[in-house]
């Protein structure tokens, strides 16, 4: 019930292109859902994040899309560039920053090609 | 993050063999974490530390210890390494003191073999 699915694993994009990540959780005490973003030899940073009392955050070309019924969230990357290329992760805890325990998923390798 | 210094960077070491990892932070941030990347995996919570007399222990803290020894400070131990602990280490800091951040921020991560 700590899990954060997320897929797919890997995800090939063209330059100008949707990049679509998929996540699901089941446990509903989660309430806070960040997306960090990983480049090779580097630590994640987190990149955006959302709390369950809206359905949607927009940053420049990164969306989350959050879906409380269906206990699911995506990342959107809207005109995808070859310097989105990366390791995106997306997160869950229980608390925000009171416990800040991060319940992190398996990861997407995500490669835009020019 | 710049702020958030991990030593050693590379690592390789025997089975048996006792290391540890250091962790520094110039962020003033109270809360550390440590965890370890596995391909396929993912991030896995092994300790965190709300300040320097709180330790807790994450999802995969067997096989592993912790010391805070200041605030700025968060030094992970594997006491008897083996195989299986070969992995991506991060150490993270986050700021809840002050103005009670969600944000973990990032080490450049240490790559730890045992052989």
């Known amino acids: 019930q700590q899990q954060v699915k997320q897929s797919p694993q890997s995800l090939i994009v063209q330059k100008g292109g949707i990049s679509i990540i998929n996540c699901a959780y089941e446990?509903?005490?989660?309430?806070?859902f960040p997306w960090y973003q990983q480049f090779p030899g580097k630590g994640p940073a987190l990149l955006i994040a959302i709390r369950p009392d809206v359905s949607e955050k927009k940053e420049g070309r990164f969306t989350i899309s959050f879906n409380k019924s269906a206990k699911q969230f995506s990342l959107h990357i809207m005109d995808s560039q070859p310097g989105d290329s990366a390791t995106y992760f997306c997160a869950a805890s229980i608390g925000g920053g009171a416990t800040n325990k991060l319940i992190f998923g398996t990861g997407t390798l995500l490669a835009v090609q020019p | 993050d710049a702020d958030v210094t991990q030593t050693p960077r590379n690592r390789i070491t025997k089975t048996g063999k006792r290391i540890m990892l250091e962790c520094s932070q110039t962020?003033?941030?109270?809360?550390m974490y440590w965890y370890r990347q596995d391909p396929g995996l993912g991030l896995r919570l092994i300790y965190y530390?709300?300040?320097?007399?709180?330790?807790n222990k994450g999802e995969i803290s067997d096989g592993y210890s912790v010391s805070r020894q200041a605030q700025a400070k968060f030094s992970l131990s594997l006491e008897s390494a083996i195989p299986n602990q070969t992995a991506l280490y991060f150490c993270a800091t986050s700021d809840y003191q002050t103005i009670r951040s969600d944000t973990q921020y990032f080490g450049p991560g240490t790559r730890l073999t045992v052989l």
């Open positions: 962020k003033g941030h109270d809360r």
């Open positions: 530390s709300f300040d320097v007399k709180d330790i």
């Open positions: 446990n509903t005490a989660f309430d806070y």
